[in-house]
């Protein structure tokens, strides 16, 4: 009987040294190069700028649009742009959209 717990004892303690090494190895990074669904639908990695919406004015002189305000984060000013030369003008600043938080008390 001593014998057969010997060879168990024995057992155990060559597994446990071998199993060691193998569950403390560093975790693998995954691969860059690699294309996912999770990378590709749950991640917003290749997510594109958004563009618009857009709205023609003045005959196709200009449009206006939403761009992303310098001033406020997740903000969106109504920007015109001159068709012609490029040139961008704001005409409502995100600022001026949204009308501050009340603070509502009621009445009993």
Not at 29 to 49: G, Y
Request: net charge positive; glycine share 6%.
């Amino acid at each position: 009987m001593k014998k057969c717990a010997r060879n168990l004892v024995r057992s155990i303690f060559l597994i446990f040294i071998w199993a060691v090494p193998l569950l403390s190895q560093p975790a693998k990074t995954e691969d860059p190069a690699i294309l996912t669904v999770d990378r590709i639908f749950a991640a917003n990695e290749f997510s594109p700028e958004r563009f618009g919406p857009a709205r023609w004015i003045d005959d196709g002189k200009g449009y206006t649009t939403l761009e992303k305000s310098a001033g406020i984060t997740r903000g969106r000013d109504i920007v015109y742009c001159e068709t012609k030369s490029g040139r961008r003008k704001i005409l409502v600043p995100v600022k001026n959209i949204f009308l501050p938080r009340r603070i509502v008390t009621s009445k009993h």
